[in-house]
């Protein structure tokens, strides 16, 4: 995060730093990793008695960090310094046990784990060649989340038969699954139609629960449907 100090003419607070740039000294990699593991423990430890949300207010932050990005960096430290003392206490705790907002916190040490280790190795699979063992291991776990929802193998990359017809790819967050998914099927009843093209869009219509989650009304108007044509549908305890 660097300096402390707000002047950014006097951010040479640490000019030791600059004799030598390695963010990937072995040595430094495992001294931080060890202080960042007892960061996260002893944050597990706590989380419980610390209230779950804030007491500050908006702006707060600005105010105790320096306004302008430093020269140098700053020493490991000073960093986890500024993180216990001024970003903890504006955070809104999800993995708290008092936290019910929104939906649960999907945190394990396991996955803490596996989110280290894949930062440091750091892959992009974008496609087989860029990384190999990314890309199956993405193919197999929607191979075996659809065995675990028991769907139909036509959803498999890969059957006990041989190489299936399905597949798919994992992304970041719902709001991006909601936009694949609407173009998907639009793209599918305009093949359907033999209708082709962006000048076939404004016969689609969109039908939807009124109680569907307001992402999906994002994503049809990014997909390019009709406002007028995504229709919602009353529900209540008669067509529960």
């Given amino acids: 995060m660097g300096s402390l100090d707000a002047n ?4 040479s607070a640490f000019p030791g730093d600059k004799a030598a740039f390695e963010p990937l000294n072995p040595q430094d990699v495992r001294a931080y990793l ?34 302008s990005p430093p020269t140098y960096s700053a020493p490991f430290d000073v960093t986890m310094k500024e993180l216990r003392t001024s970003v903890v206490p504006g955070m809104t705790h999800w993995a708290s046990p008092n936290f019910f907002a929104f939906f649960p916190s999907t945190n394990s040490a396991a996955a803490i784990a596996g989110d280290l280790i894949a930062s440091a190795m750091n892959t992009v699979g974008f496609t087989w060649q860029a990384s190999p063992a990314a890309t199956e291991m993405e193919v197999l776990a929607l191979d075996w989340l659809a065995q675990l929802l028991r ?38 009843a305009l093949r359907r139609s033999g209708s082709i093209g962006v000048s076939h869009l404004p016969r689609l219509a969109v039908y939807a629960a009124d109680q569907t989650h307001s992402t999906f009304f994002k994503a049809c108007r990014l997909a390019g449907f009709d406002p007028a044509n995504i229709r919602s549908i009353p529900t209540g305890p008669e067509t529960n």
């Fill in 8 to 11: 950014p003419m006097s951010f």
């Fill in 34 to 67: 060890h202080k960042a593991v007892d960061f996260i423990s002893d944050y597990y430890t706590n989380v419980e008695s610390m209230p779950v949300l804030p007491n500050v207010k908006p702006g707060y932050l600005q105010d105790e960090l320096s306004a």
């Fill in 151 to 188: 769907l139909p193998t036509t959803f498999m990359n890969r059957t006990s038969t041989g190489r299936g017809t399905g597949g798919g790819v994992i992304l970041g967050t719902t709001s991006e699954a909601m936009l694949v998914t609407l173009v998907a099927a639009r793209d599918a």
